[in-house]
T-cell receptor
Framework: KAGVTQTPRYLIKTRGQQVTLSCSPI?????VSWYQQTPGQGLQFLFE???????NKGNFPGRFSGRQFSNSRSEMNVSTLELGDSALYLC??????????????FGEGSWLTVV | GENVEQHPSTLSVQEGDSAVIKCTYS??????FPWYKQELGKRPQLIID?????GEKKDQRIAVTLNKTAKHFSLHITETQPEDSAVYFC????????????FGQGTRLTINP
C-alpha cells in the first residue's frame, strides 16, 4: 500500500501570500489530520477531518483552514502568511474504528518557508 | 485540555546499553499512547503504541509501559544500536468521536559507538 502522500514537499512563500498543501491518505483510511512542527513549539495538532467533516480543531488562528474531499484527500490552506508560519506541515491518516485510538501514519510533510 | 510532558530532552547512551524515555499526561480520559521516531529530515514513524487496557507491550528491543494511576508511560530500548539515534516523541490521545494526538516535546537520543 502506498503511504500518506503530501505535495508539494518544499515551498517558499512571501509574507502576506497564501498557500495550499495537499494530502492523499493511505488507501482505505478515512480520517485525515494535520500537524505543524516547529523547533520551538514541537508537534501541534491543527485539525482532523472524517467524511468531509472537520471533527476536531487545534488552537490555531482562523488563517489556517482545511477541507476533505469525498475521496478522503485533504487540503489545508494558510492565508496571509506570517514569518512564524514557517514550519513542517505533516498530514496523517488513520483507519476509523470505535473505542480506543487508531494508529496514525504520517506523510513526509511539506516544508514551508515564509520570507 | 491534555498536556504531555516528556523527559529527558536529550539522552546519550553507549551502544549496547539501554535507554529509557518517560512521559506524563494530564487527562485521565486519554486511552491511546503512541511513540514515534523521527530521523533528521524525515517523517515521524510509529515504533510502538499502547492502549489503556494494557500495562505493557513489547516488540523485540522496544517496550512501552503504562501506569494509568500515575498517568505516566515510558519507552524502553534495550541493546541500543547506532541506528536508534533519532528524536523520539511520545503522544497521548482521547478517542471521543475524533482523534487528536498531543505530543511531548521530544527526546533527542544519541547512541555513542
Amino acid at each position: 500500500k502506498a503511504g500518506v502522500t503530501q505535495t508539494p514537499r518544499y515551498l517558499i512563500k512571501t509574507r502576506g501570500q497564501q498557500v495550499t498543501l495537499s494530502c492523499s491518505p493511505i488507501s482505505g483510511h478515512r480520517s485525515v489530520s494535520w500537524y505543524q512542527q516547529t523547533p520551538g513549539q514541537g508537534l501541534q495538532f491543527l485539525f482532523e477531518y472524517f467524511s468531509e467533516t472537520q471533527r476536531n480543531k487545534g488552537n490555531f488562528p482562523g488563517r489556517f483552514s482545511g477541507r476533505q474531499f469525498s475521496n478522503s484527500r485533504s487540503e489545508m490552506n494558510v492565508s496571509t502568511l506570517e514569518l512564524g508560519d514557517s514550519a513542517l506541515y505533516l498530514c496523517a491518516s488513520s483507519p476509523e474504528a470505535g473505542g480506543y485510538g487508531n494508529t496514525i501514519y504520517f506523510g513526509e510533510g511539506s516544508w514551508l518557508t515564509v520570507v | 485540555g491534555e498536556n504531555v510532558e516528556q523527559h529527558p530532552s536529550t539522552l546519550s547512551v553507549q551502544e549496547g546499553d539501554s535507554a529509557v524515555i518517560k512521559c506524563t499526561y494530564s487527562d485521565s480520559a486519554s486511552n491511546y499512547f503512541p511513540w514515534y521516531k523521527q530521523e533528521l529530515g524525515k517523517r515521524p514513524q510509529l515504533i510502538i503504541d499502547i492502549r489503556s487496557n494494557v500495562g505493557e507491550k513489547k516488540d523485540q528491543r522496544i517496550a512501552v509501559t503504562l501506569n494509568k494511576t500515575a498517568k505516566h508511560f515510558s519507552l524502553h530500548i534495550t541493546e541500543t544500536q547506532p541506528e536508534d539515534s533519532a528524536v523520539y516523541f511520545c503522544a497521548a490521545s482521547v478517542h471521543q468521536g475524533a482523534q487528536k494526538l498531543v505530543f511531548g516535546q521530544g527526546t533527542r537520543l544519541t547512541i555513542n559507538p
